[in-house]
């Protein structure tokens, strides 16, 4: 069964202290991976598409990496504008249309 | 360029009522999808289009009807409403099967 985990559930850091998280996938075939933020109370805000292993995407503080069972966003010296919910979504190419979101990693950045 | 806009923002129901979730986009995308956003769990698929005229089944649409009568339309329709059906509604759109950008969010509340 295709399955998107992410890990931590929620990350504390301090302003400054980079980190990574975590997407763990199970796809018949992946299409593509994309990572989205949100923030409280607002729709996801699209940041990146991976599309095969070892490619890599950067975006001010943030980089994403793919490997063929997993990506990681790399977060530098977070500040606190940073603190939000990063969702993982795979996409296979079976199966027809099918994009599945895994529950996402809540950031806190403090000052 | 106001991207895709849901109406309405919150909502209270009672038990047994019915209610349309009006979603736009004006993007001139062809893919269109209704999420809803459980309290600790990933996006779930509720609905999809891929154009106008053409809708089919996503993950969880029982207790929802929807239609696409135009390119910039997309409404949900919930009949005979149930607790069950407590959540946050996200509509998005998307070119092609590409990174999908999404609205601000219904946030649904059946009592």
């Known amino acids: 069964e295709d399955q998107v985990t992410q890990s931590p559930e929620a990350l504390r850091l301090q302003e400054g202290e980079s980190s990574s998280l975590n997407c763990s996938y199970t796809v018949s075939g992946l299409r593509g991976l994309f990572w989205y933020r949100q923030d409280p109370g607002k729709g996801p805000e699209f940041l990146f598409t991976?599309?095969?292993a070892g490619e890599e995407k950067e975006k001010e503080r943030l980089k994403a990496t793919l490997t063929k069972k997993e990506s990681f966003l790399h977060i530098t010296a977070p500040k606190p504008e940073d603190s939000a919910t990063y969702l993982c979504?795979?996409?296979?190419?079976?199966?027809?249309?099918?994009?599945?979101f895994g529950a996402g990693t809540r950031l806190f950045v403090k000052a | 360029n106001a991207g895709v806009t849901q109406t309405p923002k919150f909502r209270i129901l009672k038990i047994g009522q019915s209610m349309t979730l009006q979603c736009t986009q004006d993007?001139?995308?062809?893919?269109m999808y209704w999420y809803r956003q459980d309290p600790g769990m990933g996006l779930k698929l509720i609905y999809y289009?891929?154009?106008?005229?053409?809708?089919d089944k996503g993950e969880v649409p029982n207790g929802y009807n929807v239609s696409r009568s135009t390119t910039e339309d997309f409404p949900l329709r919930l009949e005979l409403a149930a607790p069950s059906q407590t959540s946050v509604y996200f509509c998005?759109?998307?070119?092609?099967?590409?990174?999908?950008?999404f609205g601000q969010g219904t946030r649904l509340t059946v009592v």
């Open positions: 991976l599309y095969s």
């Open positions: 979504a795979v996409q296979a190419h079976t199966g027809g249309f099918k994009t599945i």
């Open positions: 993007m001139n995308h062809n893919y």
């Open positions: 998005a759109s998307a070119y092609e099967n590409t990174e999908a950008f």
């Open positions: 289009s891929v154009g106008a005229g053409i809708t």
